[in-house]
């Protein structure tokens, strides 16, 4: 069975930090990545995704992430953070053999001092 | 932007009783999906359904656990006979296509009580 692990469970940082934020996955074949974020009482939003070609994935609000085939790896980057970024971040994974069900990692809160 | 919509936010519960959850997918949306997370744990898999019925569920979804998309546009998660593990955030999800790759659209969950 896949499973999908986050090295952070908070990360505090200021603003105009850089933030990093780890994630692995354990599945040997083809997959699919996934960071959502859930901003305080707010539901859970796709930042970015990750299929196939370039592994450098770029998504909304100035967020990236690299797919590492070989670390099984998919790490979310700013590179510099605002204090709208406090959030809780979630990363994802299926493949088409599970169907369509994500498996989740246990998630990051990252909360950004002004 | 169309978003997914729950209700209630918040329900409270006793234990034994029947609780149902009410998700409103995204308009144009054909797969729907439930997702629970208990306190301090992961977000887990409950169910997908499409065309009127289960496409996949998980070992969670046991006997307790029913959905429903009973008209055009609600789905529900109906569990029969709560229990105090059950309380947790329930999340709907939906997406256009079937398909690995396609996004799933979440709602902002209900919080289930069990007391």
């Known amino acids: 069975a896949q499973s999908v692990s986050q090295h952070n469970h908070h990360v505090i940082l200021s603003e105009a930090a850089s933030l990093e934020l780890g994630c692995n996955y354990s599945?040997?074949?083809?997959?699919?990545l996934f960071w959502y974020v859930q901003y305080p009482g707010q539901h859970l939003q796709l930042l970015l995704k990750y299929f196939s070609g370039d592994p450098l994935v770029k998504g909304i609000k100035g967020f990236e992430a690299e797919f590492i085939k070989s670390k099984f790896s998919f790490n979310l980057r700013k590179p510099s953070v605002q204090w709208s970024d406090t959030a809780e971040y979630f990363c994802a994974v299926n493949h088409k053999a599970a169907g369509n069900k994500l498996t989740f990692g246990g998630g990051t809160r990252v909360l950004v001092k002004p | 932007e169309p978003e997914v919509t729950q209700t209630p936010s918040h329900q409270v519960t006793q234990m034994g009783q029947e609780v149902i959850l009410r998700c409103v997918p995204i308009s144009n949306h054909l797969y729907f999906y439930w997702y629970r997370q208990i306190l301090g744990q992961k977000v887990e898999f409950l169910v997908s359904?499409?065309?009127?019925?289960?496409?996949?569920k998980s070992e969670i979804f046991d006997d307790q656990f029913s959905v429903e998309r009973p008209d055009g546009s609600n789905f529900t998660l109906k569990i029969r006979s709560t229990k105090l593990e059950d309380s947790a955030m329930y999340f709907c999800a939906s997406s256009e296509r079937q398909g690995a790759t396609d996004t799933q659209y979440f709602g902002p969950g209900t919080r289930l009580t069990v007391l």
């Open positions: 599945y040997g074949g083809t997959v699919n």
């Open positions: 359904f499409y065309n009127n019925e289960i496409s996949e």
